[in-house]
Antibody, heavy 117, light 111 residues
Framework: EVHLVESGGGLVQPGGSLSLSCAAS????????MHWVRQAPGKGLEYVSA????????YYANSVKGRFTISRDNSKNTLYLQMGSLRAEDMAVYYC??????????WGQGTLVTVSS | QSALTQPPSASGSPGQSVTISCTGTSSDIGGYNYVSWYQQHPGKAPKLMIH???KRPSGVPDRFSGSKSGNTASLTVSGLQAEDEADYYC???????????FGGGTKLTVL
């Protein structure tokens, strides 16, 4: 059974940094592109970033480009998101999601990032 | 990236059918057959309901169907049941620059 478990969320001040992780199990992690998707409180889903199965291709939404860094360690079956220069509008539940046929077929439970002074 | 346009709400009585639209552009929905739909209950992670416009993953009831015409995709839920009450989001591949774009979400109420 596929499992995605995010961790690393918490309270951070505006301008601060935070690092998220997503531990994957139950499938061959290195076979799948992985994405981060976020959801601000009471709002809709927003694509954040994506990384190809081998890590060679990386993509970002314009809203986070230059501030966030996605990476993966296929030997540890783990996806990462390093977030910097955090703003109030970055406050959200962050989900990692497995990409399959240009859709997200499995999601983690999410980790909450709160940006506040 | 501009979000896809969905109606904020939709409703129907048990047993009825309801269709939710999702409008994009030729750069996303109109340009690729990679539209997907997600169901999200309060406090839960989204669940994939439709991929590649009209394909259902295993385990998704055949009451859920998808279609596309031009720049607009649609999700139809037939034979509405109480458990279908949830938020629904569309998503489309948008090319290598923008990659993915979501709709704003539609809250489906079963009356």
């Amino acid at each position: 059974e596929v499992h995605l478990v995010e961790s690393g969320g918490g309270l951070v001040q505006p301008g601060g940094s935070l690092s998220l992780s997503c531990a994957a199990s139950g499938f061959t992690f290195s076979d799948h592109p992985m994405h981060w998707v976020r959801q601000a409180p009471g709002k809709g889903l927003e694509y954040v970033s994506a990384i190809s199965s081998d890590g060679g291709n990386i993509y970002y939404a314009n809203s986070v480009k230059g501030r966030f860094t996605i990476s993966r360690d296929n030997s540890k079956n783990t996806l990462y998101l390093q977030m910097g220069s955090l703003r109030a509008e970055d406050m959200a539940v962050y989900y990692c999601a497995r990409s399959w046929r240009h859709a997200y077929d499995h999601w983690g439970q999410g980790t909450l990032v709160t940006v506040s002074s | 990236q501009s979000a896809l346009t969905q109606p904020p709400s939709a409703s129907g009585s048990p047993g009825q059918s309801v269709t939710i639209s999702c409008t994009g552009t030729s750069s996303d929905i109109g340009g690729y057959n990679y539209v997907s739909w997600y169901q999200q209950h309060p406090g839960k992670a989204p669940k994939l309901m439709i991929h590649e416009v009209n394909k259902r993953p295993s385990g998704v009831p055949d009451r859920f169907s998808g279609s596309k015409s031009g720049n607009t995709a649609s999700l139809t839920v037939s034979g509405l049941q109480a458990e279908d009450e949830a938020d629904y989001y569309c998503n489309s591949y948008a090319g290598t620059n923008n990659l993915r774009v979501f709709g704003g979400g539609t809250k489906l109420t079963v009356l």
